[in-house]
T-cell receptor, first 111, second 114 residues
Framework: DQQVKQNSPSLSVQEGRISILNCDYT??????FLWYKKYPAEGPTFLIS?????DKNEDGRFTVFLNKSAKHLSLHIVPSQPGDSAVYFC??????????FGTGTSLTVIP | EPEVTQTPSHQVTQMGQEVILRCVPI?????FYWYRQILGQKVEFLVS????????KSEIFDDQFSVERPDGSNFTLKIRSTKLEDSAMYFC????????????FGPGTRLTVT
């Protein structure tokens, strides 16, 4: 049962442009969402999060938008840099202590 | 900066053998997790551990799996009788408290079952 979905397995963007990574969820009980970045042969690294009481959270070049009615969130990276090339996962915890991850989107930023 | 460490980085074992994957979470963290990622697939939750007991486990975490925090620093995942389909990257993670959901992941152990 895929409660968190990332429908785009890959994305290529020119350096300096905006990268938009999308995530959809099915469980309306989710009230917190996280984005992780993963390089090959490393563990995921926390990037940014958002609580369901907000619709936007910004941290430097990274902004996460949440649309609760559409059960959709997106991560915007602007400007994109070659070092941003990685796999990005969105994740959400249930009301207990179980986290659901999406399948990931592989971002390539072209210099 | 404190980090989660995992050993070994790569473990090769024969089907039916027992393996123990080891993790040292960040020292003042209270919540501990194991995840796995089969090659090319998503990161899958296995189990969470808090206050010296399992707090949640997924359908994957069957009787072949167990976790333990044998002392104040280590957190282990044991697979009793490995199967070919257990081949995956196994990630340990820890979280400071229930005031924030950010988890800090280790670099992973690649388990290969032959």
């Amino acid at each position: 049962d895929q409660q968190v979905k990332q429908n785009s397995p890959s994305l290529s963007v020119q350096e300096g442009r905006i990268s938009i990574l999308n995530c959809d969820y099915t469980n309306s009980m989710f009230d917190y969402f996280l984005w992780y970045k993963k390089y090959p042969a490393e563990g995921p690294t926390f990037l940014i999060s958002i609580s369901s009481i907000k619709d936007k959270n910004e941290d430097g070049r990274f902004t996460v938008f949440l649309n609760k009615s559409a059960k959709h969130l997106s991560l915007h990276i602007v400007p994109s840099q070659p070092g941003d090339s990685a796999v990005y996962f969105c994740a959400a915890p249930n009301t207990g202590n179980q986290f659901y991850f999406g399948t990931g989107t592989s971002l390539t930023v072209i210099p | 900066e404190p980090e989660v460490t995992q050993t070994p980085s790569h473990q090769v074992t024969q089907m039916g053998q027992e393996v123990i994957l080891r993790c040292v979470p960040i020292s003042n963290h209270l919540y501990f997790y194991w995840y796995r990622q089969i090659l090319g697939q998503k990161v899958e939750f296995l189990v969470s551990f808090y206050n010296n007991e399992i707090s949640e486990k997924s359908e994957i975490f069957d009787d072949q799996f167990s976790v333990e925090r044998p002392d104040g620093s280590n957190f282990t995942l044991k697979i009793r009788s490995t199967k070919l389909e257990d081949s995956a990257m196994y990630f340990c993670a820890s979280r400071l408290s229930d005031e924030g959901f950010e988890q800090y992941f280790g670099p992973g152990t690649r388990l290969t079952v032959t």
